[in-house]
């Protein structure tokens, strides 16, 4: 049970967006991970499988953006799953990732449902000081049309450079 929740919505007739008030909130769900690593020779492989169920509700109506007393809360997937298989050998590491996100309700519309791959490739420079790592990620691998924000589409396929250095004595 969760008082003075934060909701970030459009207000009144504005196409601004600011945060208001919800009294009750009541979430809970349940999330599940299952990871399984297996080295074959000089080779890492790693899985990991989860699931995510959450029922986040507001207790009393809302006016603005409108909800139903019970009914769950906008922009929030009940449903959310995903899979990531890696490999590592040495410093590099190689990981693929697919995630599911289940429809959900909107302001005006409900968002559908979307499925969205990404891809890793990262190299951990050993032994170096500065400590630090080399990541390039590829995401929407699929070039997948999705929306996490009605009306508000997510990019493409797009990459990602980081360069990561940790400094310690």
């Known amino acids: 049970m969760v008082n003075d929740w934060i909701l970030w919505s459009p207000q009144g007739n504005s196409n601004f967006w600011s945060a208001s008030n919800i009294a009750r909130v009541w979430s809970r ?5 299952l990871d399984h690593r297996r080295q074959i020779g000089k080779w890492k492989l ?14 009393v109506a809302v006016e603005l953006p409108r909800m139903r007393a019970g009914e769950q809360l906008i922009y929030t ?20 990732q697919q995630q599911y ?8 519309v409900d968002v559908a449902a979307f499925t969205v791959g990404s891809l890793r490739f990262s190299y951990r420079m050993p032994n ?7 990541r390039l990620d590829v995401h ?12 508000r ?6 990459l990602r450079l980081s360069f990561d250095l940790t400094l310690s004595p």
Do not use: C, F, K
């Open 77 to 96: 997937p009940v449903h959310q799953s995903r899979i990531r298989l890696g490999v590592d050998r040495g410093p590099y590491r190689l990981q693929y």
């Open 128 to 134: 170096s000081w500065p400590e630090g790592s080399v």
């Open 153 to 158: 589409p997510m990019p493409g396929r797009y």
């Open 140 to 151: 929407n691998i699929w070039n997948a049309d999705y929306a996490v924000v009605e009306r």
């Open 101 to 108: 996100v289940g429809a959900t309700t909107g302001v005006n």
């Open 29 to 33: 769900g349940l999330e599940t991970r």
């Open 46 to 59: 790693s899985t990991t499988v989860g699931y995510d169920y959450v029922r986040s509700s507001s207790l």
